[in-house]
């Protein structure tokens, strides 16, 4: 057998010694706020819960339609309980259809591409007012009158919003660890789509920052910042959420209090996992404790396997 040069040696060393340090100055998340294992297909699975919500609840909001009134056959499952028409101004109902249709396509898209089937399965749903009103009992917060997001468009906005991140920040949580080119694509283009969202609707919320939302005296952006502090409680693994506006400290490179788009001390994307995700849908804070816009939790099999492992 022939010996290695020195210069092979040496870069194997020299290999060998940066993944080290590599690995020396990695910090690993907590347990209770690192990815679960979980295969591709199962991945696109858990998002579809997701997506059916998004498309659900945005139809049914605009315009009184379901996914099944859009594209027959594509989901199969008890149908929403709550849903009203949310009392919107012209150019936000149409923004929020358009929205909730696209919603409809990934999810078409999720059954063309991968190796789940259609019918998908749908979540039992909640979509009553009172569900996002509990949601602010997370930080012991008493509203009078309860809550309603279908009163108005500045109420809507919220919850609007406040999904479309969940899916964009899943997708940049998993888009790294997708197999498959096809379904590397297909991830790529559904999360780019879903910043997009975000980054839409958030604009509509920073635009009316300063009004209030009635019958409230507070404001919009008093509004955001408790709704990104009660995501990050029930998150419960950091900072993943801000207000529309911070303190210039926290501003993108510290040099603005602007803060349209939520983002790290890099304006990086932040990421959440599945039971990050679970625990703010079902506003309980554990993952295994179904609740919120779920009342009977998910579909599919890394969800039951979350249950299973009690990986709350």
Do not use: W
Not at 57 to 71: A, C, E, Q, T, W
Not at 206 to 212: G, I, K, V
Not at 227 to 242: F, H, P, R, S, Y
Request: net charge neutral.
């Amino acid at each position: 057998m022939a010996t290695p040069s020195c210069l092979s040696v040496f870069l194997l060393l020299l290999v060998a010694f940066q993944s080290a340090m590599m690995n020396a100055n990695t910090v690993l998340p907590p347990p209770r706020c690192r990815p679960v294992l979980a295969s591709t297909r199962e991945k696109f699975e858990f998002a579809s819960n997701l997506h059916i919500l998004k498309a659900e609840l945005f139809l049914r909001s605009s315009v009184g339609r379901g996914i099944n009134d859009i594209s027959p056959g594509l989901v199969q499952g008890p149908a929403p309980i709550g849903a009203a028409v949310a009392d919107l101004d012209n150019d936000t109902r149409k923004i929020i259809e358009e929205l909730g249709l696209a919603s409809v396509g990934h999810i078409r898209a999720i059954v063309n591409l991968t190796s789940l089937e259609a019918p998908l399965r749908r979540p039992l749903l909640n979509f009553s007012a009172q569900v996002f009103s509990g949601f602010f009992d997370v930080l012991n917060v008493t509203l009078d009158p309860p809550f309603n997001f279908y009163a108005n468009t500045n109420s809507f906005l919220f919850a609007a919003v406040y999904f479309s991140y969940l899916l964009k920040q899943y997708y940049a949580g998993i888009m790294s660890s997708i197999v498959g080119n096809t379904e590397r694509e297909l991830a790529a283009g559904i999360g780019l789509y879903e910043a997009a969202s975000y980054g839409a609707l958030r604009s509509q919320l920073y635009d009316r920052a300063n009004s209030t939302v009635q019958p409230y005296p507070f404001t919009v952006e008093n509004v955001s910042n408790l709704t990104a502090q009660i995501g990050n409680q029930l998150g419960g693994c950091g900072v993943k959420d801000e207000g529309l506006i911070v303190p210039p400290p926290l501003g993108a490179e510290g040099r603005t209090t602007t803060n349209v788009i939520a983002a790290d001390v890099n304006s990086l994307a932040y990421k959440r996992t599945e039971r990050e995700i679970l625990r703010i849908v079902f506003t309980t804070g554990n993952a295994t404790r179904p609740g919120g816009a779920y009342p009977r939790g998910f579909a599919g099999t890394l969800y039951q396997r979350i249950l299973a492992l009690n990986q709350s």
